[in-house]
T-cell receptor
Framework: NAGVTQTPKFQVLKTGQSMTLQCAQD?????MSWYRQDPGMGLRLIHY???????DQGEVPNGYNVSRSTTEDFPLRLLSAAPSQTSVYFC???????????FGPGTRLTVT | AQKVTQAQTEISVVEKEDVTLDCVYE???????LFWYKQPPSGELVFLIR??????QNEISGRYSWNFQKSTSSFNFTITASQVVDSAVYFC??????????FGPGTSLSVIP
């Protein structure tokens, strides 16, 4: 099992550009989520999904879109990048209910 | 609304000392789950322990122990005889019945040899 994979590992964008961060898991987990990690702020939930076709907003959803067309994939789209979106992004997956989350290795995004 | 507070931003201890990391949570749900995760300097996030709202039994696992008290909404984590390899950021997290998982801001633990 590859677990949770994220691509790319690093990305530099200019303000206003768009891009998609990819996340995939091969553990058949129903639940997937995206977090951003900023110094002193911990992990903040951006969007999450409890199954294919179902997504919901987290704590800081503005500026980000998600979709869940398959159980395995949960891409995060930045529509128009801003410097405030400079962060490390983590994707995670788990079983519904008591399941602990498995995290990807993270994507370090810099917006200039 | 749900919230997780970790009042200790940074802790520094000398190797072999015991250290307790505090976590206080808020939720109106009666069914919920609490977690601790570790993020070492390499950056990956590692699951440590889970407790559900119906299980207040505290546990010891090797050098780690957990104290879950619903009456004070606290889920504290203790490392006994700390080691340099315990140096990391530790996150407490709350998962409610809607499966939304919220993390606290983290506590950075430095264990000095």
């Amino acid at each position: 099992n590859a677990g949770v994979t994220q691509t790319p590992k690093f990305q530099v964008l200019k303000t206003g550009q768009s891009m998609t961060l990819q996340c995939a898991q091969d553990m058949n987990h129903e639940y997937m989520s995206w977090y951003r990690q900023d110094p002193g702020m911990g992990l903040r939930l951006i969007h999450y999904s409890v199954g294919a076709g179902i997504t919901d907003q987290g704590e800081v959803p503005n500026g980000y879109n998600v979709s869940r067309s398959t159980t395995e994939d949960f891409p995060l789209r930045l529509l128009s990048a801003a410097p405030s979106q400079t962060s490390v992004y983590f994707c995670a997956s788990s079983y519904i209910g008591a399941g602990e989350q498995y995290f990807g290795p993270g994507t370090r995004l810099t917006v200039t | 609304a749900q919230k997780v507070t970790q009042a200790q931003t940074e802790i520094s201890v000398v190797e072999k000392e015991d250290v307790t990391l505090d976590c206080v949570y808020e939720t109106r749900d009666t069914t919920y789950y609490l977690f601790w995760y570790k993020q070492p300097p390499s950056g990956e996030l590692v699951f440590l322990i889970r407790r559900n709202s119906f299980d207040e039994q505290n546990e010891i696992s090797g050098r780690y122990s957990w104290n879950f008290q619903k009456s004070t909404s606290s889920f504290n984590f203790t490392i006994t005889a700390s080691q340099v390899v315990d140096s990391a950021v530790y996150f407490c997290a709350l998962k409610t019945s809607y499966d939304k998982v919220i993390f606290g801001p983290g506590t950075s633990l430095s264990v000095i040899p």
